[in-house]
């Protein structure tokens, strides 16, 4: 079973409606490539890649309390501007009566300063602050999620998850461009028992977009969705991660015992900190398999393949699949294909799962 840290692109599924594939090339070669982190000195994470698509990628340690580790991974057409792009993650704090007021995003507690905002109403902030093509984007649609937000926010055991597809449009280099930024966030607040709450809000999957040309991101989606599925951790940066959360959490509580008023309260209430860190890991560690069946009801334009140990999703259209020894995955609708035949290495065919 695949370890996914990316198994809420099922939140792009959900709302993908039947996809013509007619267009598609009758053979797709998804290519397994690693990540390297140099200060891990070690392979962070493997992913699959378009043949002919170029991957660009950056492993990077924070403070932070929940996110110890960020990829800033991006899968792109060298010409089509189609592209799949990871987003940092971070987790926010804001407390009412805090006797200091930091700027918003200033590192408080391992975590950025941040009043509690909805997954559109924090991409709108997000934009303003932008430094790239997407400081000029406009949001075109939204498109709530509850039913993802719900099963999601199980795993993060937050109170109140809100999860969001939200559209935007912009220009770069004289093209329009449609982007769909896929957000969830768990929310969970706590007296600090001096007439103030704190709150944390983070989010519960790892923030996503998939890019195309204006008109054409609904019919790219099922193939960079097969990107976005494949993403996996390995077990040499999980081992590193936890030992960075440890560390965090030592570093937070020492940083609660300067402010005495506050911290008493915090930590006999840190209940729900805990619960953010752990729902996190459970959420990347959550075999994809699994969760693709509890969504199969909303999976449009993709479909799960299985080896009898990994499972891929793939753009649907395909009349077989195939996979070798080094996790790469052909999809072909050529008559009597066989990549035993044309390919290096032993290939098996894949079957679809149930």
């Not at 494949?230 to 077990?235: E, K, V």
């Amino acid at each position: 079973m695949t370890r996914s840290v990316l198994a809420a692109t099922l939140m792009a599924t959900a709302t993908i409606a039947n996809l013509a594939s007619a267009a598609e090339p009758k053979t797709l070669t998804l290519e397994k490539q690693e990540i390297h982190d140099k200060a891990l000195g070690a392979t962070a994470a493997t992913i699959l890649k378009p043949k002919g698509w170029n991957l660009e990628s950056k492993v990077t340690w924070t403070p932070h309390l929940i996110h110890q580790v960020n990829f800033v991974v991006t899968v792109s057409h060298p010409t089509s501007g189609e592209r799949f792009q990871t987003i940092p993650l971070a987790s926010f704090v804001y407390i009412d009566n805090f006797p200091m007021r930091p700027n918003t995003f200033d590192t408080v507690y391992s975590g950025l300063w941040c009043e509690p905002k909805s997954p559109v109403e924090f991409t709108k902030l997000a934009l303003k602050k932008s430094t790239t093509a997407t400081k000029n984007a406009k949001i075109i649609d939204t498109t709530d999620l509850p039913d993802v937000a719900k099963q999601y926010g199980k795993l993060a055991a937050t109170p109140v998850n809100e999860a969001t597809k939200i559209r935007i449009r912009y220009d770069e280099e004289g093209t329009t461009y449609d982007e769909d930024l896929y957000v969830a966030f768990g929310y969970s607040t706590m007296d600090t028992g001096y007439g103030g709450k704190m709150t944390i809000f983070a989010p519960i999957i790892h923030t996503f977009s998939l890019r195309a040309k204006k008109g054409e991101l609904d019919k790219a989606t099922p193939r960079m969705l097969a990107i976005a599925h494949s993403f996996q951790t390995t077990q040499d940066l999980e081992v590193a991660r936890m030992k960075g959360v440890s560390a965090a959490m030592n570093r937070h509580y020492d940083a609660l015992a300067a402010i005495d008023k506050v911290s008493k309260q915090i930590s006999a209430n840190n209940d729900s900190m805990i619960a953010m860190i752990r729902s996190e890991r459970e959420t990347r560690w959550a075999s994809e398999d699994r969760a693709s069946r509890k969504f199969s009801e909303y999976i449009r334009g993709v479909e799960g393949y299985s080896d009898g140990k990994n499972v891929y999703t793939v753009p649907s259209g395909y009349s077989n699949v195939w996979s070798d020894s080094n996790g790469t995955v052909i999809l072909s609708n050529e008559s009597g294909y066989d990549p035993n035949q044309t390919e290096n290495g032993s290939w098996k065919m894949l079957k679809t799962v149930k």
